[in-house]
């Protein structure tokens, strides 16, 4: 073997470097295969709180912090509970999983993990070198999670708005929700002409999460969104309670191409590898999802970039943040059409995009008058945007 070489280098050991490299070490196919992980930070905070459905039993539930089959969506006008079944809906904290996959695969055998801060990733012809604030090493296969968002800033071609959010762990004084049901979004709260909601997982009676979360451009004030979950509380009587922790993120939702910078030896993942759904900002099980199909092309030995996202989900997801772009102020609109007029299993099947083409027309037809020529406009001027250079 030579110095500094390693048959697979993840940099960044968050969620999809993470969850990469516990599909590598539990498949006996890579057992004699050296990993390196390289991860600038100490992995042991409750930084993010990963939220997902999935069908009854999953890999995660020895993690889990809570699970739910209930559900509320709220608006002006609508306010209905639905069953999630056949989902389930379920609470990971970060600290519990980077500290259970880090502590147990990182002393595997053929293992070595790396604190330092990649400083660069140059791909040459037949590997790739990162250079770390600790060194150089090579790969022919390298994984990269470090999001670099300045092309996608910089262009105008694919439209880039951001699920950004604070989030307060609150334990109350008196019982206050209910432990049985999320809520998953309540639109019913001042619009200020952007698309906002509130978001609460409630852990038990009187313990809950509660975000206030926006999908737009542009990020507030951090007391914008505090003033907005104080204000959330108190219209539903809540004034006493204590903060037992805080969290805060903006995730981007845009269809932009992220795989036109991987190459034969190097492909980006999670975030960075445009993992996240456009249209949610959920990330957590796409990953996951894209790690399964990702093992058996490095068992094929197949170039890193002919690992394509690429389908009819995508273009739906393009369309939607167009609409969304610039109809901003009527976000909670679209989204009640669609609660409004389709089992909320089938919603969620399409954004696992796991929807036939008929459920999908039944979406589509779920919107209003107005909304379908919303689309329609955003699908004509898409058609003549397909071949415009990126900026
Ligand atoms: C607060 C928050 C809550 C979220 N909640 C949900 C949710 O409920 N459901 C969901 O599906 N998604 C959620 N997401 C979105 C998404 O799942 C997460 O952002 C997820 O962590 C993305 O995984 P990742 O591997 O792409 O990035 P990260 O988890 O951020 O991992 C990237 C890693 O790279 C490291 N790194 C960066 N630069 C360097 C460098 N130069 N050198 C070395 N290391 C570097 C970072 O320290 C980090 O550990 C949330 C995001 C946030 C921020």
Request: aromatic content about 16%.
């Amino acid at each position: 073997m030579k110095q500094n070489y390693f048959d697979f280098i993840i940099c960044g050991g968050g969620a999809s470097g993470l969850l990469l490299l516990k599909a590598l070490r539990e498949d006996s196919f890579f057992n004699n295969r050296s990993i390196l992980l390289i991860e600038k930070e100490n992995k042991n905070k409750n930084d993010r709180t990963w939220s997902y459905w999935e069908s009854l039993d999953g890999p995660f539930d020895s993690m889990v912090t809570k699970k739910w089959s209930e559900a509320q969506f709220c608006s002006q006008n609508l306010n209905f509970e639905f069953d999630l079944n056949p989902f389930q809906y379920k609470m990971l904290r970060s600290a519990v999983v980077y500290q259970k996959i880090f502590n147990k695969y990182i002393t595997a055998k053929n293992t070595t993990f790396l604190k330092a801060e990649v400083k660069d990733i140059v791909s040459k012809k037949n590997l790739t070198e990162i250079i770390t604030s600790d060194g150089k090493f090579q790969s022919e296969k390298v994984f990269s999670s470090i999001f670099e968002p300045k092309s996608m800033m910089n262009q105008k071609k694919y439209p880039v708005l951001q699920q950004h959010f604070v989030g307060w762990f609150i334990k109350t004084k008196n019982a206050s929700f209910d432990p049985r049901k999320i809520l998953f979004m309540d639109f019913d709260i001042p619009q200020f002409q952007e698309t906002r909601f509130l978001y609460v997982l409630p852990i038990d009676e009187s313990n809950a999460l509660v975000e206030y979360t926006l999908f737009s451009e542009n990020l507030l004030h951090f007391d914008d969104y505090e003033t907005g979950i104080v204000d959330y509380l108190n219209s539903k009587g809540i004034t006493e309670f204590e903060i037992t922790e805080k969290e805060k993120g903006n995730i981007p939702m845009t269809c932009f191409p992220f795989e036109q910078f991987n190459t034969q030896n190097l492909l980006h993942i999670g975030t960075a590898g445009g993992w996240t759904k456009a249209t949610t900002g959920f990330t957590f099980m796409n990953t996951r999802r894209n790690i399964r199909r990702l093992i058996p092309y490095l068992k094929a030995g197949d170039n890193l970039n002919d690992f394509k996202i690429s389908n009819r989900f995508r273009f739906y997801d393009l369309l939607f943040l167009d609409v969304l772009k610039k109809y901003n102020s009527h976000g909670s609109g679209l989204f009640s059409s669609m609660f409004k007029n389709n089992p909320p299993v089938r919603i969620f099947r399409f954004l696992d995009e796991k929807t036939n083409y008929l459920e999908e027309l039944k979406i589509l037809t779920s919107f209003s008058f107005i909304q379908i020529t919303w689309f329609l406009k955003a699908l004509i001027n898409r058609i003549f945007k397909i071949f415009a250079p990126l900026n």
